[in-house]
């Protein structure tokens, strides 16, 4: 997963989380974060599952700040021995 | 505790921005050896405490050390800890003292304290979270996070998230963050003392090390308005509410400490965050007019003007 700085899948990550379905036997993250972009992802192979939607604020809290925004899914299916 | 030295104006809106303030070996080292003996006892006496009830004891069958009682919820800091317990020495150490004070008043109370260790070699990475659950309005609670031996990196250290503090967010729904830009595992030396608004997300780490990590952990509440109660001989005249990054910007303001954006942030709610940290602000100082770049100040005028 990541988080990007806007809506636009070539912004900046702002944070990541790698859930890993090979219990380690599959590649790991190599660097901090792991790719620069979210098209970067896209360019390594991983999939897009889902983007944030973009919501409008909700009436009387259009300043409150919560999670973060632009959270975007991907996953990548590797063989294993 | 009057002469314990009240916060600075630069330290308070550095703890309004950021939502926490650091005191490096603060604590001098015969309390952190006393409460490196006296925390563990008073984490097993909460243990017994939590056991015996809900394991159906009444709490009078609890066999209760008066030595390690633990507070009762709303018991006024002062009388709370025995002045030459560890805690109880710790919070009249004149530097926390005086930090207390100023955030939330001389005679705040308990609201409980813990003590979490990180066992050497315990690898779990707790989940990101803010402690309790939403709260609401600019009053806030703090949270002392006492580390009374070094804590090299990687050992332990609690992880945090600098700004995260006014973000309206529930307990551990922040969980799936698992690293941010700009976020900090804590690492120092003995007598550190962490003090954390309540929002601030944060989660035990894990422990690479060989000894275990103990840290004492103690939330306040005030008990008066939060106005004003640090050193504001300083603060009239750095308290602008017409200091703008897009027209005239002094750099020495208290608005040039609130506009600081985290690694982390998106821009567009950089802007928004620091509206909260201006609201923040304004209840801090009782002054319903501060402003950071404009933000509140002009929706507030068109604001009046449909109302007439």
Same mark, same amino acid.
């Given at each position: 997963m990541l988080w990007l700085a806007s809506p636009t899948l070539d912004s900046r990550v702002l944070g990541w989380s790698f859930f890993d379905g090979t219990s380690g036997a599959g590649p790991q993250p190599q660097a901090d974060p792991p790719y620069g972009t979210g098209v970067e992802a896209l360019v390594d192979?991983?999939?897009?599952?889902?983007?944030?939607?973009?919501?409008?604020?909700?009436?009387?809290?259009?300043?409150?700040?919560?999670?973060?925004?632009?959270e975007f899914v991907f996953e990548r299916l590797v063989e294993l021995d | 505790m009057s002469d314990a030295p009240l916060l600075t104006t630069d330290q308070m809106a550095s703890f309004v921005a950021r939502g926490f303030l650091r005191f490096d070996a603060v604590i001098p080292d015969d309390i952190n050896q006393q409460a490196l003996e006296e925390l563990p006892r008073l984490f097993r006496t909460w243990l017994d405490e939590f056991r015996g009830v809900t394991g159906g004891a009444a709490p009078t069958d609890i066999d209760t050390n008066d030595e390690y009682q633990l507070p009762r919820s709303g018991t006024v800091l002062h009388r709370a800890y025995a002045p030459d317990s560890a805690f109880g020495r710790m919070v009249r150490v004149p530097t926390i003292a005086g930090a207390i004070a100023s955030l939330v008043g001389a005679d705040p109370v308990v609201d409980h304290h813990f003590v979490h260790i990180k066992v050497a070699g315990d690898l779990h990475a707790q989940g990101l979270h803010c402690d309790a659950i939403i709260d609401q309005g600019p009053a806030f609670d703090i949270q002392l996070f006492w580390f009374p031996h070094d804590v090299a990196p990687r050992e332990g250290g609690t992880r945090?998230?600098?700004?995260s503090h006014l973000r309206r967010v529930n307990m551990d729904d922040v969980s799936r963050y698992q690293h941010l830009?700009?976020?900090?595992?804590?690492?120092?030396? /003995?007598?550190?003392? %962490?003090?954390?608004? *309540?929002?601030?997300?944060?989660?035990? $780490? +894990?422990?690479?090390?060989?000894?275990?990590?103990?840290?004492?952990?103690?939330? %306040?509440? +005030?008990? *008066? +308005?939060?106005?004003?109660?640090?050193?504001? #001989?300083?603060?009239? /005249?750095?308290?602008? $509410?017409?200091?703008?990054?897009?027209?005239?910007?002094?750099?020495? %303001?208290?608005? #040039?400490?609130?506009?600081?954006?985290?690694?982390?942030?998106? +821009? #567009?709610?950089?802007?928004?965050?620091?509206?909260?940290? #201006?609201?923040?602000?304004?209840?801090?100082?009782?002054?319903?007019?501060?402003?950071?770049?404009?933000? %509140?100040?002009?929706?507030?005028?068109?604001?009046?003007?449909? /109302?007439?």
């Amino acid at each position: 997963m990541l988080w990007l700085a806007s809506p636009t899948l070539d912004s900046r990550v702002l944070g990541w989380s790698f859930f890993d379905g090979t219990s380690g036997a599959g590649p790991q993250p190599q660097a901090d974060p792991p790719y620069g972009t979210g098209v970067e992802a896209l360019v390594d192979g991983w999939r897009m599952l889902q983007m944030s939607p973009l919501i409008p604020p909700v009436p009387g809290h259009e300043r409150e700040t919560s999670f973060l925004k632009h959270e975007f899914v991907f996953e990548r299916l590797v063989e294993l021995d | 505790m009057s002469d314990a030295p009240l916060l600075t104006t630069d330290q308070m809106a550095s703890f309004v921005a950021r939502g926490f303030l650091r005191f490096d070996a603060v604590i001098p080292d015969d309390i952190n050896q006393q409460a490196l003996e006296e925390l563990p006892r008073l984490f097993r006496t909460w243990l017994d405490e939590f056991r015996g009830v809900t394991g159906g004891a009444a709490p009078t069958d609890i066999d209760t050390n008066d030595e390690y009682q633990l507070p009762r919820s709303g018991t006024v800091l002062h009388r709370a800890y025995a002045p030459d317990s560890a805690f109880g020495r710790m919070v009249r150490v004149p530097t926390i003292a005086g930090a207390i004070a100023s955030l939330v008043g001389a005679d705040p109370v308990v609201d409980h304290h813990f003590v979490h260790i990180k066992v050497a070699g315990d690898l779990h990475a707790q989940g990101l979270h803010c402690d309790a659950i939403i709260d609401q309005g600019p009053a806030f609670d703090i949270q002392l996070f006492w580390f009374p031996h070094d804590v090299a990196p990687r050992e332990g250290g609690t992880r945090m998230v600098p700004g995260s503090h006014l973000r309206r967010v529930n307990m551990d729904d922040v969980s799936r963050y698992q690293h941010l830009a700009g976020e900090q595992y804590f690492a120092g030396d /003995a007598g550190t003392v %962490l003090i954390f608004h *309540q929002g601030l997300w944060h989660a035990g $780490a +894990p422990n690479h090390g060989t000894r275990d990590r103990v840290m004492g952990k103690l939330r %306040l509440n +005030p008990m *008066q +308005p939060q106005v004003r109660l640090w050193d504001t #001989s300083d603060l009239d /005249a750095r308290n602008r $509410a017409d200091d703008h990054m897009f027209a005239r910007m002094e750099p020495g %303001l208290v608005a #040039s400490e609130l506009r600081r954006s985290e690694p982390w942030f998106e +821009p #567009s709610n950089t802007r928004l965050e620091t509206v909260q940290r #201006s609201t923040l602000w304004r209840y801090l100082t009782g002054d319903p007019e501060f402003d950071v770049d404009w933000y %509140l100040t002009r929706t507030e005028r068109r604001a009046g003007l449909v /109302a007439k």
